[in-house]
């Protein structure tokens, strides 16, 4: 199995950045891909961003394209989510997510981490 704890959420000015973390633990070597997706108050969850756990095949839903980042350290086994330019609209309980070789779709997750934007 493979554990997912985000961490690094909290309360941030519009036009403010932010980092969250996932760090990964188990069976990492069985991880595909890693994803970070949010759930906005009183909707349903969207997908922010991913990338191959071998690196590569990055990509971002346009609404946080150019202000997102997704990245990896291969020594901690973490990815992070760099925020910048942060809207009242990016606010949300955000998530991280693992799809594992051989599984279709992401299968583990984290607690998730509230990020709130201030207008």
């Known amino acids: 199995q493979v554990q997912l704890v985000e961490s690094g959420g909290g309360l941030v000015q519009a036009g403010g950045s932010r980092r969250l973390s996932c760090a990964a633990s188990?069976?990492?070597?069985?991880?595909?891909?890693m994803a970070w997706f949010r759930q906005p108050p009183g909707k349903e969850r969207e997908f922010v961003a991913a990338f191959r756990w071998s690196g590569g095949n990055t990509n971002y839903a346009d609404s946080v394209k150019g202000r997102f980042t997704i990245s990896r350290d291969n020594v901690k086994n973490t990815v992070y989510l760099q925020m910048n330019s942060l809207k009242p609209e990016d606010t949300a309980v955000y998530y991280c997510a693992a799809q594992l070789r051989s599984v279709s779709g992401y299968s583990h997750w984290g607690q998730g981490t509230q990020v709130t934007v201030s207008s």
């Open positions: 188990g069976r990492t070597f069985s991880i595909f891909a």
